[in-house]
């Protein structure tokens, strides 16, 4: 448990709220145990799949657990679907594999429960944070390392059906698959796969060297990607066609894929939404290896009487000893206002991510595959949101903005004249704002961390055309009955396209948010094609 003033849980709260709608995270489960599903002798009734690592029993839905398949009897016209859940593409990243690279997943004899849901990886419960609870419990498992595949129930398909890879965001903090229900995707011809990955300090985590290299998140993904390879074929999906999109974070992962030398040949097509990977120059903090140093010292870990040459290795043996969950509250502790600086996030110059995203797609040092990438019309709603519920926000910037300005835009602090600036353009200047002012506050943060981004992306990669690959933008402009503001704050009334609100489209994650309008149907059905069609044929 983690407890939190009643000044910083609002601090937080938009942050979560963004993903409370589509992270059902459960009870908080505590190391070493693990929850794991019971080994089945039979699968009578059920269906079946053979994987390298052994057979899997999967679930019929939506007559399945709830669960898995969502609301029972919920499905957007009558078709029914296959769930193979919970299958671990990598063995559990514990001990002594803890802050590695993950390592394939052993095989099983038995047939393993595809109804079981896997639990998520360590976190702050989200949930306990929107309820306003001074305790914060944290939830998952270290033993996260999981991926679920959705399969169309088709009469006697003559061919394999192409493959859509989900990467969820967060802010690299939050998130599972457990609440990414497949039922719309599931009404088009394509295999869904959903997987988790490392979070936070035990996805980020490095000593600034090769004994804790880091980026172990985008390494789970890539893994993942090669299970998919190796086993996707068995559940009728054709692995020459590959699509990987995420969104936020994911879509940011998705787009770090492409400059992932491992990951090449693993997929052959990539949606980004909301996210690229020039997102991550953001986030980077300055310095990794002292930010392993002040980690091993919070947590009790005596390394000042190692001789430098050591350090690395005493203090990761020593981190690999602390219960899990101390990564999780241990990380509020780096955060000067509200989450911020990322103090936990991709190191530049690590195998996986071997230069700087930008350089990298300027030179051309990319896996060249078709691509679609998009945003909505008003990306930054979400963080300017935050300030009309945080108390004392915009009191804070105008009497602090020295210390604050930088940490808004994951700045350097000498760099906060740049930082001044943008709120003059965008805002006329360092004062404290009324709700009149939502819309400035969205366009800032919306072009910043988002818009500018994704245009840039796009200059970029419209060169990919020349060698024959398909190149698509949107924007998402259409306010349905589905969105984030509308739930978060509905007090301001705005109107926005936020953040996020793209995903109600594609999957769903309860009826109570689902919407009986024509005018937002249609457009599910129209994006579910659009989704689809692009996975089929770029």
């Keep these: 448990m983690i407890q939190m003033s009643g000044s910083n849980q609002n601090k937080r709260l938009l942050y979560v709220l963004l993903l409370v709608f589509w992270s059902n995270q459960g009870d908080a489960t505590a190391e070493p145990g693990r929850q794991q599903p019971t080994p089945l002798k039979t699968c009578v009734g059920r269906p079946k799949a053979e994987t390298c690592q052994?057979?899997?029993?999967?679930t019929?839905?939506?007559?399945?657990?709830?669960?898995?398949?969502?609301?029972?009897?919920?499905?957007?016209?009558?078709?029914?679907?296959?769930?193979f859940c919970g299958i671990p593409y990598a063995k559990p990243p514990i001990g002594a594999l803890r802050f590695k690279r993950p390592v394939p997943g052993e095989p099983w004899n038995d047939y393993r429960d595809g109804s079981w849901m896997p639990p998520g990886c360590p976190q702050f419960n989200i949930l306990d944070i929107a309820e306003g609870k001074e305790n914060i419990s944290t939830v998952g498992q270290e033993d996260c390392l999981f991926l679920n595949v959705y399969v169309p129930k088709i009469a006697a398909p003559v061919?394999?059906?192409?493959?859509?890879?989900?990467?969820?965001?967060?802010?690299?903090?939050?998130?599972?698959?457990k609440n990414y229900f497949a039922d719309k995707l599931?009404?088009?011809?394509?295999?869904?796969?959903t997987i988790q990955y490392r979070?936070?300090?035990?996805?980020?985590?490095?000593?600034?060297?090769?004994?804790?290299?880091?980026?172990?998140a985008l390494k789970d993904q890539e893994l993942s990607l090669r299970w998919i390879q190796d086993n996707i074929a068995h559940f009728g999906g054709d692995p020459s066609m590959v699509t990987i999109f995420g969104e936020s974070a994911g879509g940011a992962s998705v787009?770090?894929?492409l400059i992932n030398p491992q990951a090449k040949g693993l997929f052959s097509r990539a949606i980004l939404q909301s996210g690229t990977a020039f997102l991550l120059e953001n986030l980077l903090p300055m310095n990794h290896q002292e930010n392993a140093f002040q980690l091993a010292t919070r947590l009790g870990c005596n390394i000042e009487n190692e001789g430098y040459g050591h350090r690395s290795e005493v203090l990761l043996k020593c981190l690999q000893e602390v219960p899990a969950m101390s990564f999780v509250t241990i990380i509020a502790s780096f955060f000067e206002w509200g989450n911020l600086p990322y103090a936990w996030s991709p190191r530049i110059g690590e195998t996986s991510l071997p230069g700087a995203p930008s350089q990298l797609f300027r030179d051309g040092k990319y896996h060249m595959v078709d691509i679609m990438m998009g945003i909505n019309e008003h990306e930054g709603g979400y963080i300017a949101k935050e300030f009309y519920i945080m108390p004392n926000a915009f009191q804070d910037i105008a009497t602090n903005f020295l210390n604050i300005g930088h940490l808004l835009f994951t700045l350097p602090k000498h760099e906060k004249d740049a930082a001044r600036q943008m709120f003059q353009y965008y805002l006329g200047g360092i004062r404290e704002?009324?709700?009149?002012?939502a819309d400035g506050l969205t366009e800032m943060f919306g072009d910043y961390y988002h818009n500018i981004p994704h245009d840039y992306s796009i200059e970029l990669h419209a060169r990919d055309a020349l060698y024959g690959k398909n190149i698509y933008a949107y924007e998402l402009k259409h306010k349905g009955d589905e969105g984030l503001i509308s739930l978060m704050a509905p007090h301001i009334g705005k109107d926005y396209v936020n953040h996020g609100d793209d995903l109600f489209y594609l999957f769903k994650f309860s009826p109570n948010l689902d919407s009986n309008n024509p005018e937002t149907k249609k457009l599910e059905s129209i994006m579910l094609d659009l989704w689809t069609n692009f996975a089929t044929h770029g």
């Design 159 to 177: 061919t394999y059906l192409p493959v859509m890879v989900f990467i969820h965001g967060g802010s690299f903090t939050w998130g599972d698959i």
């Design 255 to 257: 787009h770090a894929q």
């Design 186 to 193: 599931m009404t088009r011809d394509i295999i869904l796969v």
């Design 54 to 58: 052994g057979p899997i029993c999967g």
């Design 199 to 216: 979070l936070g300090i035990l996805g980020f985590f490095s000593t600034g060297d090769e004994v804790a290299a880091g980026n172990l």
């Design 433 to 437: 704002y009324t709700e009149d002012d």
């Design 60 to 83: 019929h839905c939506p007559d399945g657990p709830v669960e898995v398949c969502g609301e029972k009897g919920y499905v957007i016209k009558p078709r029914k679907y296959r769930a």
